[in-house]
């Protein structure tokens, strides 16, 4: 006896039923607000640019890097320019004061020069040798004011810190802060003090006290 059980046949004429996918999961419609909002910007960075977009911004791109190169080479002329002169100012220094050292260690000689003629004058020393000294210290400033040296203006002359060393000061009826004594002569090199002037610098006179006091 077979357990084999019969078929219906009405299994045959009825197939299991089709479940379609994403029936019964409906899509969410988009809102009033997103509708109103449109593509979110995450769609938008997604969009593909136009080929007229791409050529524009590409030529913004090219126009911006122009820039920056043309301010780049405006900067760097400038610092070039700058370079040159500062090279021709310090050449030019170098050819103007470049004996300045010689200039200074040759002024104790004009110094021990003058000394001795104004030793010579109070001594009364022979004329002629006097004279010989004198012709000296004269050629020799000739040829240093040709170099540029030139002796600082003092006697008489408003006290100047720039210009003048004030060795001390005396008492004396002219207005004060005037030089009254040169000790030793100042030089310019070229309008650049090359060695102040030592001198006596003028203080007021002390008041006299009336016969009441």
Do not use: C
Request: charged share 35%; net charge negative.
């Amino acid at each position: 006896m077979s357990n084999n059980k019969k078929k219906d046949p009405k299994d045959h004429n009825h197939p299991p039923p089709v479940v379609k996918v994403g029936e019964g999961v409906r899509e969410k419609a988009p809102s009033d607000k997103e509708k109103r909002e449109g593509p979110s910007s995450t769609e938008k960075e997604k969009r593909e640019q136009t080929p007229l977009e791409k050529v524009h911004a590409e030529l913004e791109a090219k126009a911006k890097d122009a820039t920056e190169q043309h301010d780049q080479w405006l900067r760097l002329g400038a610092e070039f320019e700058n370079y040159k002169k500062r090279m021709q100012k310090e050449k030019s220094d170098v050819m103007q004061f470049g004996n300045e050292s010689l200039l200074r260690a040759v002024l104790p000689i004009l110094d021990n020069l003058e000394r001795a003629i104004d030793h010579g004058e109070k001594m009364k020393v022979n004329g002629t040798l006097l004279q010989g000294v004198e012709t000296i210290l004269r050629q020799f400033l000739a040829i240093l004011e040709r170099f540029g040296v030139k002796p600082v203006a003092a006697m008489g002359e408003s006290f100047d810190p720039e210009k003048h060393e004030a060795v001390s000061q005396a008492e004396s009826d002219q207005e004060p802060d005037r030089v009254i004594s040169e000790l030793e002569k100042g030089y310019l090199f070229h309008e650049r003090l090359l060695r102040p002037a030592k001198v006596l610098v003028s203080k007021a006179l002390p008041e006299k006290k009336t016969e009441t006091e």
